[in-house]
């Protein structure tokens, strides 16, 4: 479903992910505590951090089999969760996508936006690789825009 990278750039990849992580701020926790197993993982106003802490994150929310709810707003490194099968928007929700960059001083994350772009897909990975990953400033959406540009992903009831 994700495309994978040659070795040698997966390798390259994984060093600038660590070396990122060394400058970049560690995301405070944004998950709602749960009561049960059967409760849905509530996401809600996360403003993402750190791209390696945010895989990490997503293989987890993956693996657990539970509905996770996006509320609020998703942006930056949050985003590359959407895309978790188990996933949904809440209607109301808003998502916002910038540049990856070295958090403090500015400067692009050379390859993080590639890192990145594996969890987008459909009319979202369109947009990131034309625009989105090239600016600073971030572009906020609606759920509903998120939905249109990525039909596969789903509102929440």
Known sequence: MFKQFPKPLAAALTAVTLLAACVTEAPA???TPVRSSADPIVIRNDDGGNVTGYILR?????SSG???VF???CASACTM???IPNACLAPDATVGFHAPHFIG???PAPMINQLMAQYYRNGILQKWNSTWSKSLKMQVISAKEYVR???Q???CR
């Open 58 to 62: 997503r293989n987890e929310l993956a």
């Open 81 to 83: 969760l959407i895309t």
């Open 105 to 107: 001083s500015g400067k």
């Open 153 to 155: 992903t789903k509102l």
């Open 71 to 73: 509320r609020g707003y």
């Open 29 to 31: 926790e944004r998950v």
């Open 149 to 151: 540009l990525d039909p």
């Open 66 to 68: 539970r509905r996770v």
